[in-house]
């Protein structure tokens, strides 16, 4: 089941790659493949806490799956930027990013997206799991990022922040009913 996650996960970056040729701005698209991707799945992986409590199916054990898939895209997402867009040019990557300032909101979202990939394994994660809640405030980062970035939100980003707040709605509820777990 995990495999078919991922696969499941990684089939839109095959997409893209067949699209690549035909793509009018190829490094654009890829932006918005790998950020929408990195986005989706961060939503993602807070459904599995949300299905236990309302359906009692426990999907519990994907949630590290689906956040390091999450991570994965916002790396591919941040080295277009970096390799692609800026050809390792630290001062181009410098001068965007005083013209893009959502640049900065993308990137203290991707640090902590890392941070929690790093600590997402075994023992790390016995010690640092109560700062997976820093998911929030990435996904609150993300949204606002991708906002800023497009200038016009579209379907896209009003669903991401409609699916946000059921899920985050229902854990409201769920801890004013002590039935958090
Ligand atoms: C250092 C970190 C980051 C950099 C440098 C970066 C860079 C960019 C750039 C340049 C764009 C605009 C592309 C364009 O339309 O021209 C963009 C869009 C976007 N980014 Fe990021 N980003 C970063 C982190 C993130 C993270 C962590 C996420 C998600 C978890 C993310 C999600 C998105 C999304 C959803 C879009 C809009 C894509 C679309 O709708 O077309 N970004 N990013």
Redesign the pocket.
């Known amino acids: 089941m995990k495999i078919l996650l991922v696969l499941l996960a990684l089939l839109p970056l095959g997409v893209a790659y067949y699209q690549l040729d035909n793509a009018i701005d190829p490094i654009?698209m890829l932006?918005?493949y790998t950020?929408?991707g990195?986005?989706s799945l961060?939503l993602l992986s807070l459904a599995p806490s949300t299905y236990k409590r309302i359906c009692s199916i426990n999907w519990l054990r994907y949630r590290k799956t689906i956040g390091l898939l999450?991570f994965v895209y916002?790396l591919l997402?941040?080295s277009i930027?970096v390799a692609l867009?800026s050809e390792f040019d630290f001062v181009t990557i410098f001068e965007k990013s005083l013209k893009?300032p959502?640049?900065y909101v993308?990137?203290i979202?991707?640090i902590i997206?890392l941070l929690m990939a790093l600590t997402s394994f075994k023992k790390l994660f016995a010690k640092f799991s109560k700062y997976h809640k820093a998911v929030y405030l990435?996904l609150a980062l993300?949204l606002l990022?991708?906002f800023w970035?497009?200038k016009v939100a579209?379907v896209?980003e009003y669903g991401i922040v409609a699916v946000g707040v059921v899920l985050l709605g229902e854990r409201v509820w769920a801890k004013m009913h002590h039935n958090f777990k």
Do not use: N, P
């Open positions: 654009k932006y918005s950020g929408i990195a986005i961060l999450a916002a997402h941040v930027f867009d893009k959502f640049i993308g990137l979202a991707f997206v990435a993300a990022h991708s970035a497009q579209g896209f």
